[in-house]
Protein backbone atom coordinates (compact mmCIF):
# COMPACT_ATOMS: atom_id res chain seq x y z
CA UNK A 1 0.00 0.00 0.00
CA UNK A 2 1.37 3.43 -1.06
CA UNK A 3 0.76 6.61 1.01
CA UNK A 4 0.91 10.09 -0.43
CA UNK A 5 1.29 13.60 1.22
CA UNK A 6 -0.83 15.91 -0.72
CA UNK A 7 -0.43 18.45 1.49
CA UNK A 8 0.96 19.19 5.61
CA UNK A 9 -0.67 23.00 6.23
CA UNK A 10 -3.48 23.91 8.77
CA UNK A 11 -6.19 26.53 7.61
CA UNK A 12 -5.31 28.83 5.11
CA UNK A 13 -1.97 27.12 3.84
CA UNK A 14 1.06 28.49 3.69
CA UNK A 15 1.36 31.36 2.58
CA UNK A 16 -2.02 32.46 3.58
CA UNK A 17 -3.85 34.56 1.50
CA UNK A 18 -4.37 37.69 3.88
CA UNK A 19 -0.91 37.34 5.96
CA UNK A 20 2.24 38.63 5.83
CA UNK A 21 3.62 36.72 9.39
CA UNK A 22 7.36 35.43 9.14
CA UNK A 23 6.09 31.94 7.66
CA UNK A 24 3.95 33.39 5.06
CA UNK A 25 6.61 36.10 3.64
CA UNK A 26 9.26 33.12 3.91
CA UNK A 27 6.94 31.30 1.56
CA UNK A 28 6.33 34.06 -1.04
CA UNK A 29 10.24 34.71 -1.16
CA UNK A 30 10.69 30.86 -1.01
CA UNK A 31 8.89 28.81 -3.15
CA UNK A 32 10.06 25.65 -1.54
CA UNK A 33 8.40 26.50 1.62
CA UNK A 34 4.90 26.56 0.38
CA UNK A 35 2.87 24.11 2.29
CA UNK A 36 -1.30 23.17 0.62
CA UNK A 37 -4.07 21.91 3.25
CA UNK A 38 -3.57 18.51 4.63
CA UNK A 39 -4.62 15.83 3.00
CA UNK A 40 -3.00 12.19 1.85
CA UNK A 41 -3.58 9.90 -1.22
CA UNK A 42 -3.62 6.09 0.17
CA UNK A 43 -3.85 3.52 -2.53
CA UNK A 44 -6.68 0.94 -1.76
CA UNK A 45 -5.91 -1.56 -4.79
CA UNK A 46 -4.41 -1.44 -8.43
CA UNK A 47 -5.87 2.04 -9.93
CA UNK A 48 -7.56 2.77 -7.13
CA UNK A 49 -7.52 6.01 -4.45
CA UNK A 50 -8.91 7.34 -1.65
CA UNK A 51 -8.41 10.71 -0.20
CA UNK A 52 -8.23 11.30 3.10
CA UNK A 53 -9.95 14.43 3.79
CA UNK A 54 -10.99 16.87 0.80
CA UNK A 55 -9.31 20.34 0.93
CA UNK A 56 -9.75 23.94 -1.21
CA UNK A 57 -5.95 22.94 -2.94
CA UNK A 58 -8.00 19.49 -3.86
CA UNK A 59 -7.42 19.93 -8.05
CA UNK A 60 -3.71 21.41 -7.29
CA UNK A 61 -3.24 18.38 -5.20
CA UNK A 62 -4.05 15.52 -7.95
CA UNK A 63 -2.83 17.36 -10.29
CA UNK A 64 0.58 17.36 -8.72
CA UNK A 65 0.21 13.09 -7.75
CA UNK A 66 0.12 11.42 -11.58
CA UNK A 67 -1.16 8.09 -9.71
CA UNK A 68 -4.89 10.15 -9.37
CA UNK A 69 -4.33 11.06 -12.84
CA UNK A 70 -7.28 10.51 -15.29
CA UNK A 71 -7.10 7.55 -18.35
CA UNK A 72 -7.03 6.29 -20.50
CA UNK A 73 -10.87 6.52 -21.40
CA UNK A 74 -11.66 10.07 -21.20
CA UNK A 75 -13.18 10.33 -17.73
CA UNK A 76 -11.78 7.46 -15.99
CA UNK A 77 -10.39 8.39 -13.11
CA UNK A 78 -8.46 6.21 -10.25
CA UNK A 79 -9.93 8.25 -7.77
CA UNK A 80 -12.40 6.18 -5.83
CA UNK A 81 -13.05 8.65 -2.71
CA UNK A 82 -12.96 10.30 0.54
CA UNK A 83 -11.91 9.36 4.10
CA UNK A 84 -12.87 12.35 6.71
CA UNK A 85 -10.87 12.54 10.25
CA UNK A 86 -13.52 15.17 10.52
CA UNK A 87 -16.12 18.31 9.39
CA UNK A 88 -13.80 21.09 9.47
CA UNK A 89 -13.98 23.42 6.43
CA UNK A 90 -10.31 22.90 5.36
CA UNK A 91 -10.66 19.35 5.18
CA UNK A 92 -14.32 19.19 3.08
CA UNK A 93 -14.48 22.24 0.75
CA UNK A 94 -12.73 20.42 -1.80
CA UNK A 95 -15.94 17.75 -2.24
CA UNK A 96 -17.78 20.62 -3.76
CA UNK A 97 -14.68 20.10 -6.81
CA UNK A 98 -15.53 16.49 -7.01
CA UNK A 99 -18.79 17.40 -8.60
CA UNK A 100 -18.15 16.42 -11.99
CA UNK A 101 -17.93 12.73 -11.34
CA UNK A 102 -21.45 10.74 -11.39
CA UNK A 103 -20.89 9.71 -7.42
CA UNK A 104 -18.59 10.21 -4.63
CA UNK A 105 -18.10 8.34 -2.23
CA UNK A 106 -17.51 9.62 1.71
CA UNK A 107 -16.57 7.39 4.49
CA UNK A 108 -17.17 9.49 7.49
CA UNK A 109 -18.28 9.20 11.54
CA UNK A 110 -21.85 9.89 12.02
CA UNK A 111 -21.63 12.95 13.59
CA UNK A 112 -19.04 14.21 10.96
CA UNK A 113 -21.60 13.05 7.95
CA UNK A 114 -24.69 14.82 10.01
CA UNK A 115 -23.11 18.13 9.95
CA UNK A 116 -22.03 18.54 6.42
CA UNK A 117 -25.73 17.64 5.26
CA UNK A 118 -27.75 19.57 7.57
CA UNK A 119 -25.01 21.90 8.70
CA UNK A 120 -23.05 22.83 5.44
CA UNK A 121 -26.31 21.09 3.59
CA UNK A 122 -24.07 19.74 1.65
CA UNK A 123 -26.09 17.36 -0.60
CA UNK A 124 -28.99 19.57 -0.76
CA UNK A 125 -27.12 22.72 -1.97
CA UNK A 126 -24.02 22.00 -3.69
CA UNK A 127 -23.75 18.40 -4.28
CA UNK A 128 -26.84 16.54 -5.20
CA UNK A 129 -27.81 18.45 -7.92
CA UNK A 130 -24.52 17.42 -9.87
CA UNK A 131 -23.37 14.51 -8.42
CA UNK A 132 -24.31 11.31 -6.06
CA UNK A 133 -23.25 11.05 -2.45
CA UNK A 134 -22.61 7.64 -1.56
CA UNK A 135 -21.82 7.51 2.21
CA UNK A 136 -20.39 4.74 3.96
CA UNK A 137 -19.83 4.77 7.99
CA UNK A 138 -16.60 4.98 9.46
CA UNK A 139 -15.97 3.29 13.10
CA UNK A 140 -13.59 1.64 14.91
CA UNK A 141 -13.63 -1.87 13.50
CA UNK A 142 -10.70 -1.91 10.97
CA UNK A 143 -12.68 -2.45 7.74
CA UNK A 144 -12.14 -3.00 4.41
CA UNK A 145 -12.70 -0.67 1.47
CA UNK A 146 -14.14 -3.71 -1.10
CA UNK A 147 -13.73 -7.03 -0.55
CA UNK A 148 -10.60 -7.24 -2.64
CA UNK A 149 -8.55 -4.43 -1.50
CA UNK A 150 -5.63 -4.67 0.99
CA UNK A 151 -6.60 -1.35 2.52
CA UNK A 152 -8.38 -1.17 6.22
CA UNK A 153 -9.37 1.97 7.50
CA UNK A 154 -10.59 2.14 11.32
CA UNK A 155 -11.40 4.93 13.67
CA UNK A 156 -10.59 6.07 16.58
CA UNK A 157 -12.19 9.10 18.49
CA UNK A 158 -9.69 11.92 19.72
CA UNK A 159 -11.64 14.44 20.29
CA UNK A 160 -15.56 15.66 20.48
CA UNK A 161 -14.65 19.71 18.43
CA UNK A 162 -17.14 20.57 16.07
CA UNK A 163 -16.49 23.04 13.81
CA UNK A 164 -17.87 26.24 14.07
CA UNK A 165 -20.78 26.24 11.89
CA UNK A 166 -21.59 23.04 13.60
CA UNK A 167 -21.88 24.54 16.97
CA UNK A 168 -25.86 24.53 17.51
CA UNK A 169 -26.28 20.89 15.75
CA UNK A 170 -27.98 17.92 17.41
CA UNK A 171 -26.00 14.71 16.53
CA UNK A 172 -25.43 11.31 17.43
CA UNK A 173 -21.92 9.88 18.63
CA UNK A 174 -20.54 13.08 20.22
CA UNK A 175 -16.75 11.45 20.57
CA UNK A 176 -16.41 11.30 17.34
CA UNK A 177 -16.48 14.48 15.61
CA UNK A 178 -12.49 14.15 15.38
CA UNK A 179 -10.78 10.84 14.64
CA UNK A 180 -7.48 9.38 13.95
CA UNK A 181 -7.45 7.04 10.95
CA UNK A 182 -5.91 3.76 11.22
CA UNK A 183 -5.06 2.66 8.01
CA UNK A 184 -3.60 -0.74 7.66
CA UNK A 185 -2.64 -2.89 4.60
CA UNK A 186 -4.10 -6.54 5.03
CA UNK A 187 -0.84 -7.97 2.98
CA UNK A 188 1.84 -7.01 4.50
CA UNK A 189 0.24 -5.91 8.55
CA UNK A 190 1.56 -2.50 8.38
CA UNK A 191 -0.02 0.01 9.41
CA UNK A 192 -0.14 4.12 9.63
CA UNK A 193 -1.69 6.31 11.94
CA UNK A 194 -2.84 9.91 10.97
CA UNK A 195 -4.12 12.31 13.26
CA UNK A 196 -4.50 15.86 11.66
CA UNK A 197 -6.20 17.34 14.18
CA UNK A 198 -5.14 16.33 18.27
CA UNK A 199 -7.24 17.95 20.90
CA UNK A 200 -6.30 15.11 23.44
CA UNK A 201 -4.60 12.11 23.48
CA UNK A 202 -6.65 9.46 24.72
CA UNK A 203 -5.87 6.25 26.18
CA UNK A 204 -7.18 4.51 22.80
CA UNK A 205 -5.31 6.98 20.48
CA UNK A 206 -1.76 5.53 22.50
CA UNK A 207 -2.37 2.02 22.13
CA UNK A 208 -2.99 2.63 18.30
CA UNK A 209 0.15 4.48 18.13
CA UNK A 210 2.70 1.94 19.96
CA UNK A 211 1.11 -0.40 17.36
CA UNK A 212 1.36 1.52 13.98
CA UNK A 213 4.44 1.67 11.93
CA UNK A 214 4.31 5.08 10.57
CA UNK A 215 2.42 7.80 13.38
CA UNK A 216 1.15 11.29 11.57
CA UNK A 217 -0.05 13.87 13.66
CA UNK A 218 -1.50 17.28 14.34
CA UNK A 219 1.83 20.05 14.79
CA UNK A 220 -0.16 23.05 13.88
CA UNK A 221 1.57 24.97 16.76
CA UNK A 222 5.07 24.61 17.91
CA UNK A 223 3.87 26.00 21.22
CA UNK A 224 1.02 26.37 23.50
CA UNK A 225 1.32 30.12 23.56
CA UNK A 226 2.51 30.86 19.74
CA UNK A 227 -1.41 32.04 18.72
CA UNK A 228 -1.04 34.79 21.62
CA UNK A 229 2.66 35.83 21.17
CA UNK A 230 2.09 35.41 17.32
CA UNK A 231 -0.53 38.28 17.35
CA UNK A 232 -2.97 36.48 15.09
CA UNK A 233 -5.07 34.55 18.09
CA UNK A 234 -6.40 35.15 21.46
CA UNK A 235 -6.70 31.40 22.77
CA UNK A 236 -3.78 29.10 23.72
CA UNK A 237 -3.08 26.07 21.30
CA UNK A 238 -4.93 23.57 23.34
CA UNK A 239 -7.87 25.77 23.73
CA UNK A 240 -7.89 26.22 19.96
CA UNK A 241 -7.72 22.41 19.73
CA UNK A 242 -4.62 21.49 19.17
CA UNK A 243 -1.96 19.91 21.99
CA UNK A 244 1.37 21.79 20.89
CA UNK A 245 4.38 20.40 19.84
CA UNK A 246 6.61 21.44 22.63
CA UNK A 247 6.52 22.10 26.23
CA UNK A 248 5.15 19.82 29.34
CA UNK A 249 1.84 19.01 27.43
CA UNK A 250 3.60 18.62 23.86
CA UNK A 251 3.61 15.97 21.59
CA UNK A 252 7.45 15.33 20.31
CA UNK A 253 8.27 13.77 23.65
CA UNK A 254 5.11 11.13 23.70
CA UNK A 255 6.26 10.83 19.47
CA UNK A 256 9.79 10.47 20.50
CA UNK A 257 9.19 7.37 22.90
CA UNK A 258 7.61 5.13 19.69
CA UNK A 259 8.89 2.75 17.69
CA UNK A 260 6.62 3.53 14.80
CA UNK A 261 8.18 6.34 12.39
CA UNK A 262 7.23 9.53 13.17
CA UNK A 263 6.21 12.90 11.35
CA UNK A 264 4.10 16.36 11.98
CA UNK A 265 1.59 17.68 9.36
CA UNK A 266 -0.83 20.44 9.24
CA UNK A 267 1.56 23.01 10.37
CA UNK A 268 0.08 26.57 10.95
CA UNK A 269 1.62 29.62 8.89
CA UNK A 270 2.60 30.78 11.88
CA UNK A 271 4.77 27.66 13.17
CA UNK A 272 8.59 27.85 12.86
CA UNK A 273 8.98 25.15 11.80
CA UNK A 274 7.58 26.53 7.90
CA UNK A 275 11.52 27.98 8.51
CA UNK A 276 13.56 25.16 6.63
CA UNK A 277 16.43 26.47 8.78
CA UNK A 278 14.26 27.37 12.51
CA UNK A 279 16.33 25.99 15.51
CA UNK A 280 13.11 23.74 16.40
CA UNK A 281 14.15 21.29 13.16
CA UNK A 282 17.15 20.83 15.54
CA UNK A 283 15.41 19.89 18.70
CA UNK A 284 12.87 17.24 16.22
CA UNK A 285 15.77 15.72 15.22
CA UNK A 286 17.55 15.05 17.99
CA UNK A 287 13.98 13.60 19.33
CA UNK A 288 14.63 10.98 15.88
CA UNK A 289 10.84 12.61 15.15
CA UNK A 290 10.57 14.42 11.63
CA UNK A 291 8.12 16.92 9.83
CA UNK A 292 6.23 15.47 6.70
CA UNK A 293 6.88 17.58 3.09
CA UNK A 294 4.38 17.80 0.74
CA UNK A 295 4.92 15.27 -1.97
CA UNK A 296 6.21 12.34 0.08
CA UNK A 297 5.94 8.66 -0.54
CA UNK A 298 5.44 6.07 2.22
CA UNK A 299 5.13 2.52 1.24
CA UNK A 300 3.72 -0.04 3.96
Given at each position: ??V?V????A??G?P ?19 RR??S ?14 A??D?G ?5 CP ?11 P ?5 L?D ?7 G?A????A ?5 VAT????H ?10 V???P?A?L????L ?5 P?A???PL ?8 A ?7 G ?7 A????L?L ?6 R?L????AL??WP ?7 E ?8 G ?14 SR ?8 P?D??G?T?R???A???R ?6 N????L ?7 H ?10 AA ?7
Amino acid sequence: MRVRVLGTAAGGGVPQWNCACPGCSGARAHPGWRRRHASLAVQAAEGRWYLVNATPDLGEQVEDCPELHPGPEPRRTPLAGVILTDAELDHTLGIARLREADGIEIVATAPVRHALLTGLHLGEVLITPYARLDWRPLDPGDRPLAEDSPLAVGAVPVSAKRPRYAAGLDAPDEDAWVVALRLTDRTSGRSLLYAPALAAWPDAFQRAAESADHVIVDGTFWSDDEPLTSGFGSRTATAMGHLPIDGPGGTARRLAALEARTLYTHLNNTNPLNDPAAPQHTVLRELGVEVAADGMVIDL
